[in-house]
């Protein structure tokens, strides 16, 4: 994955079943898609085109994240604003995971993912995510199964 990132980088869905391989692949994540370089811009993209492969590539460690808690949280840091729709809402499905593990309110088990999720909520432009991301600030722990 590390030598061939871009073709190769689907491959975290299989690694990272094993908790083994989670740090390993997010390290090589940090070296070819660093969280700093995720636009702070919630927009209505669907990843189309060649200036958003970064989010897709993106996209395929989110989704991965949800059983993992706290791991790569300064990428969801960055991803609650970025560009495409589809990192936001994956990024709020693994807040909901890491919430529902934790059994509290994400504003005491990650304070600081808390106070970005609400810059973010004012920023959102898409009415159902600014509804799931409501439903984090309120303090909810237990989610219906998406």
Known sequence: MARDFRGA????????????????????YRKKVPPEIIEQDPRDEYEFGEEYEVYRQIAFMLQNLSEYPGSGADYLMRTISAPTIRCRAQTIRTLKSWIKKAGTPLENSYPTLYE???????????????????KILNGGIHFPEE
């Not at 491959?11 to 391989?21: G, V």
């Not at 970005?116 to 409501?134: G, M, T």
Request: aromatic letters at 8%; a negative charge; one cysteine or more.
């Open 116 to 134: 970005r999720l609400k810059a973010a909520y004012e920023l959102e432009r898409s009415d159902d995510l600014k509804a799931e991301i409501q």
């Open 9 to 28: 980088c689907h491959w975290c869905n299989t690694l990272m079943k094993d908790p083994d391989y989670v740090d390993p692949v997010l390290s090589i």
